[in-house]
């Protein structure tokens, strides 16, 4: 005969549990007083600050590339934003390019075009296997530095000048009563939505679609010109010319934005390129079979039928690509690029030597940017949730 | 009425080939002529680059001079740098002898159909990594000792990569089951654990490795730099590796931990037994996955001052014994020829890893 357990209080689950999670909790209190109380006891010994009280202080060092008001004169806590920004711009550019890169690639791997599938499979295949340190270091040190200097500069007549100093555009300058023109091209898009909503409204009531193509072609096209006309056309471009020895005018990209946007663009659509395809192939294949029998052509049935399904596949880990491409730019400290852990963990951090504060800073910030991409992704998994779908 | 048609005549050939693959429309047509016309403008001037124009004879920075192509010569003076960094060039052999115990183990584990897999997988994460370590760096058996700021090159990426490895899955199956846990506050120690690494760049965690850490530990207590660094890639990619195993966890049906329960299984060894063993089978391309992130991301200890394959590239690229765009680019090309081969060798691994995995669902 089995001995009948007593119960007592150590064998139920319930005080087993808090137990245990009281033991864990007293476990790392004790380990974070112990790490709290050594590092007070080496700052002591250093002799090093602590506390916030530097973003207050003078900075003293420039920096190439500023998207906001930046001297020496200014504070450490200025150099912070023009870090950021710097992030920020770098990032914002390489996820465009690398979004339509990696849809170009992604669908072009699907195509029935043997030579083109072929290719995007060997693009796909090479970038994603090599280190995104590795392409950096590869295109800004043995490519953009190669380049001839500015007198002997690679040109696509005005429109692209390459050299060792950058990469130069034409940049577009704004006139008195530019505004007015832009003003009336989101309207006449506006207007342009509208009669669509309208046309679609019409179908479904009488079954039959109004023709829209001239109002459109209108709204968009027409109006605007016909302002920009009667405004007196209130934009110059402003053209890159060679000035003694360097470019002047136009839109410059220093060579380390052009070395980051270029590495991250590529690396990142071979990674979105996968994204894009898996989103496809999740389609049912009945769906496109339908929609060729109903004649659509080709093109018609990527767009309209395809796409959109798979666009609910695709973008949570889209979103995820593109905070770990905003988190990958912090390689551009690899190649000077201005950006936020290169100018407040790296060079501010050197000065300051205020390691803790700083690191904590740079940290928060790139979790704070994961924190709000997730929770917009959650949102729109949420909104977009297939519904009576199994 | 409809007519009688005979059946499509089945063409073949490599006429029709090109037609049903290359021509197969106007749209498809210009597309094959565009990529075409792509490598014939791409291709050429590369292959000249790489090959043709490239100086393959000499062994100084002379031979490369004025040349219009990649420098070889100076990856064949360079190599033993490339492979073994600083490392003393007597005791190179103790490198070659963990480089092959760890080639013949992981071939083992590879080649289909060869016995007693188990044994040396569990050989491979327990004992050779000790035997590696006191190879490496020696200080026993009369070994002289090699200082781990000596270790560099291919070496040193191979030991980044292969300590991150093994030490982050354990970490990340802790981790992942924490994550599960019925215990609230140890579930929400692991998600705000997993999320702070995730949620940061990589390069910030090596720097707090290398600048915070020693503030964290008592006076006079030293860590080794090398050491400081593999910590921090491991706890790392271990929260990556616990959104791996946590997948797996997910996938697994709730039957199994219920039959485990039924059966009279405690948490743990129901854990240990039914649970983990089918959940890292699920996810093991998932893992080898991870291997390739974690294998490409050693190389950010360039950044913080190692001199691993990466870093000794680069110092190459910028050593005035050889410095030239040239030769920075054939260093450029020869490493990235070495991660690339590493790397999609896992690749293929893995996929064949899933194609099996789903070999084994069909019915």
């Not at chain 1, 007592?8 to 209190?29: C, N």
């Not at chain 1, 790490?35 to 006891?41: G, K």
């Not at chain 2, 960094?85 to 760890?102: C, L, P, S, T």
């Amino acid at each position: 005969m089995a001995e009948r357990l007593r119960h007592v209080w150590w064998r139920d689950t319930h005080w087993r549990s808090i137990l245990a999670q009281g033991l864990v909790l007293v476990a790392l209190a004790a380990i974070a007083a112990w790490l709290a109380h050594n590092a007070a006891d080496a700052l002591t010994r250093r002799h090093v600050a602590s506390g916030f009280g530097f973003l207050e202080h003078t900075a003293g060092f420039s920096i190439s590339q500023t998207l906001i008001d930046y001297s020496e004169e200014m504070s450490y806590g200025r150099t912070l934003w023009v870090g950021l920004l710097n992030t920020l711009l770098v990032s914002a550019i390489s996820i465009v390019l690398s979004t339509i890169l990696g849809f170009v690639i992604g669908i072009g791997r699907l195509s029935s075009n043997w030579l083109v599938a072929k290719l995007c499979t060997v693009y796909i295949e090479t970038l994603r296997n090599i280190p995104l340190l590795l392409q950096i270091l590869f295109w800004y040190f043995g490519v953009l530095a190669t380049l001839p200097v500015p007198r002997e500069s690679a040109t696509l007549g005005h429109w692209l000048v390459l050299n060792n100093r950058g990469v130069y555009v034409p940049e577009v300058m704004f006139q008195r009563g530019w505004q007015v023109v832009a003003f009336v091209s989101i309207l006449g898009i506006v207007g342009a939505a509208l009669v669509r909503r309208w046309a679609a409204r019409r179908q479904q009531l009488t079954g039959e679609r109004p023709a829209t193509w001239w109002a459109t072609l209108l709204l968009v096209v027409g109006l605007p010109i016909a302002t920009l006309l009667a405004m007196g056309v209130p934009f110059s471009l402003s053209l890159p010319e060679l000035a003694g020895f360097q470019y002047e005018g136009g839109l410059s990209i220093n060579p380390e934005l052009a070395g980051m946007t270029v590495a991250l663009s590529i690396y990142t659509a071979a990674y979105i390129a996968e994204i894009v395809r898996a989103g496809l192939l999740s389609v049912a294949r009945g769906q496109r079979e339908a929609a060729e029998a109903l004649g659509l052509t080709r093109g018609r049935v990527l767009r309209l039928v395809l796409i959109p399904q798979a666009m609910r596949v695709i973008i949570p880990p889209l979103a995820s690509e593109y905070l770990s491409l905003t988190k990958n730019s912090s390689l551009a400290i690899a190649i000077g690029y201005p950006d936020l852990v290169s100018v407040f963990a790296g060079t501010v951090l050197n000065q300051t030597g205020q390691a803790i504060e700083i690191l904590s800073i740079t940290m928060a910030i790139y979790l704070a940017l994961s924190l709000i991409t997730s929770g917009l992704m959650n949102w729109y998994n949420y909104a977009h949730r297939a519904e009576g779908i199994a | 009425m409809t007519a009688f048609r005979a059946p499509p005549k089945h063409h073949e050939g490599p006429v029709e080939w090109v037609r049903v693959h290359l021509f197969d429309g106007v749209f498809n047509s210009i597309l094959t002529l565009l990529v075409v016309a792509l490598l014939a403008w791409a291709i050429p001037p590369l292959a000249n680059w790489v090959f043709i124009d490239a100086v393959w004879h000499g062994s100084t920075r002379e031979a490369c001079e004025g040349a219009t192509g990649a420098c070889w010569p100076y990856i064949g003076a360079r190599i033993g740098q490339i492979v073994y960094g600083f490392y003393d060039f007597n005791e190179r052999w103790r490198a070659d002898v963990v480089f092959a115990f760890g080639a013949v183990g992981l071939a083992w584990l590879v080649i289909p159909g060869l016995p007693r897999k188990g044994w040396v997988g569990g050989i491979l994460l327990t004992v050779y990594p000790l035997v590696a370590f006191v190879l490496l760096s020696g200080g026993w058996f009369g070994l002289p000792i090699v200082s781990t700021e000596r270790w560099g090159g291919l070496l040193l990426t191979l030991v980044v990569a292969a300590v991150g490895i093994v030490a982050s899955l354990p970490v990340g199956v802790i981790l992942a089951l924490g994550r599960k846990s019925e215990l609230p506050v140890v579930r929400a120690l692991c998600v705000a654990f997993i999320e702070i690494w995730r949620g940061v760049p990589m390069i910030t965690v090596l720097f707090a490795a290398s600048s915070l850490l020693p503030l964290f530990l008592p006076d006079g207590l030293e860590f080794d730099k090398l050491l400081r660094a593999l910590i921090a890639i491991a706890l790392f990619n271990a929260a990556y590796m616990a959104e791996v195993v946590r997948a797996g966890l997910q996938a697994l049906p709730k039957g199994q931990t219920e039959g485990a329960a039924a059966l009279g299984l405690g948490y743990w060894r129901a854990t240990v037994f039914i649970v983990l063993p089918q959940a890292l089978r699920t996810v093991l391309p998932g893992i080898v996955n991870n291997m390739i992130s974690m294998f490409k991301d050693t190389s950010l200890v360039t950044i913080i001052g190692f001199f691993d394959l990466m870093g000794t590239i680069q110092a190459g690229a910028t050593d005035l014994e050889w410095a030239s765009p040239n030769v920075a680019v054939t260093g450029y090309i020869f490493a990235a020829l070495i991660y690339w081969a590493f790397c999609f060798s896992m690749s293929r691994y893995s996929a064949r890893l899933e194609e099996q995995l789903a070999e084994g669902e069909r019915r």
